[in-house]
Structure formats: structure tokens, C-alpha cells
């Protein structure tokens, strides 16, 4: 049975509960050992018979290994390196993790953001309007799922909580050339006006107008 190890390529300083999202910084990583290659992308490739505990680790001959299995960060450390990117002001870090084709939802925005390029002008006009004293703080994340991962956050100013930002994320992701890249994201961002009760009574009023009227639902 192959032993395949677990290799961290994000590390974050924590702060109180929360992880402040740094640089993207490598921790610990293996030395090459008989059977493993490394290539681009952080990615280990392991060939099959090449475990810690298997015999073909030592063996010169290798014509019979014809099969490799590959193991990328986790989708948690994705998104980490993303709010770290974000941090930094780094396009080209940012890039690295959306697919060409992601579709990205702003609830803020009436229309998504579609395709890789479209994504980064959106990211890039946000980093040129806002000071790099504006740090995403990560709350939450989930890490059990390494196709999906929700996160939930708050933007701080030098240390101190920014009013109107706390945020919920959610991130799909699929394996492209060997990286681990976001294909659909969709942020949710703390209202700076807040209805309140005011707004159960709008939901209730139009679900009693589509009730009476079901034909407007047509327009919705």
C-alpha cells in the first residue's frame, strides 16, 4: 500500500481565533527520496511500488512502473493562498489559483465576473482602490472537502476590525494540469444598510402578491 505524504504549502500566523492570511510560505518540504520527482506547482509525484515501506523505493529497475499518482495541496490551502495573494497585491499569485474559465459572483455586483481575465481587472481595480492596510482575515474555513470549501471572513485595518466586513465565501475547484484551480466563486458580503425586520415583511408581502397573482412570477 502506497504511503503517500502530506505536504503544507501555505502557512498562516494565527490571532486569537482567527488565521490573518500571510504570504504563501512552503513549510517543511521533503527531501526527493528514491521514486519521487518534484515538478512545478508544488506537486509531489510518486510512482507506483515507491512507497516508504516498498522494496521497488531501492530498486534501480524501473521498467515495470509505468503508473503515477499525484497529490496537490488541499483545497483549504488553495483558498489560503488566495486570501494571501489578495494580501499582498499579487495578480500573478492570484492567476495561479483561478482556472481559465471560473465564473465569480460578487452578490454586490448585479452581473458575475466570467473567465480568467475578467476576474483579475475586477480584483485588480478592488486592489487599486483600497489601501494594502486592508487585510482579509480568515474567521473560518472548512477542510474536509477538496472539492468545495466555504469560508467565512472579516477585512481588518492595520490590526482593527473595518466596519461592513464581514463576508462568506464559497470555492469550487478542480484539477487542472496537475493544479488545484478555484472554477466557480461566489463572495457574500455584509450589508452597510441593514433592514432588519423590515425585510422579513418584504419577503412575506411578495410571496402574498405572487400568491394572488401567479403569473408575475414570470417576471422575476
Not at 503544507?8 to 512552503?26: D, E, I, Q, Y
Not at 530498486?59 to 488541499?74: R, W
Request: with cysteine; hydrophobic share 40%.
Amino acid at each position: 500500500m502506497l504511503s503517500l505524504p502530506t505536504i503544507s504549502w501555505c502557512a498562516l500566523p494565527l490571532k486569537s481565533s482567527a488565521a490573518v492570511v500571510g504570504a504563501a510560505v512552503p513549510v517543511n518540504p521533503l527531501l526527493p527520496k528514491a521514486g519521487y520527482s518534484r515538478i512545478s506547482g508544488g506537486v509531489l509525484v510518486l510512482s507506483r511500488g515507491t512507497g516508504f515501506n516498498s522494496p521497488a523505493a531501492n530498486s534501480a529497475d524501473s521498467s515495470s512502473v509505468n503508473t503515477t499518482l499525484v497529490e496537490t495541496e488541499s483545497a483549504a490551502d488553495t483558498v489560503k493562498r488566495f486570501y494571501a495573494g489578495f494580501n499582498d497585491r499579487d495578480l500573478a499569485a492570484l492567476e495561479d489559483v483561478i482556472s481559465q474559465d471560473c465564473t465569480y459572483e460578487d452578490l454586490v455586483f448585479p452581473q458575475p465576473f466570467v473567465g480568467r481575465k475578467a476576474i483579475l481587472d475586477f480584483f485588480k481595480k478592488f486592489m487599486d482602490l483600497t489601501s494594502r492596510e486592508l487585510q482579509f482575515v480568515i474567521d473560518d474555513i472548512s477542510e474536509k472537502d477538496e472539492s468545495a470549501v466555504g469560508v467565512t471572513w472579516h477585512l481588518e485595518w492595520r490590526g482593527k476590525a473595518f466596519p461592513f466586513s464581514k463576508g462568506c465565501s464559497f470555492y469550487r475547484f478542480s484539477v487542472i494540469d496537475g493544479h488545484r484551480q478555484i472554477i466557480y466563486g461566489r463572495d457574500s458580503v455584509e450589508p452597510t444598510v441593514k433592514p432588519g425586520d423590515a425585510a422579513l415583511f418584504a419577503i412575506g408581502a411578495i410571496t402574498r402578491l405572487l400568491e394572488n397573482f401567479p403569473s408575475l412570477a414570470d417576471l422575476l
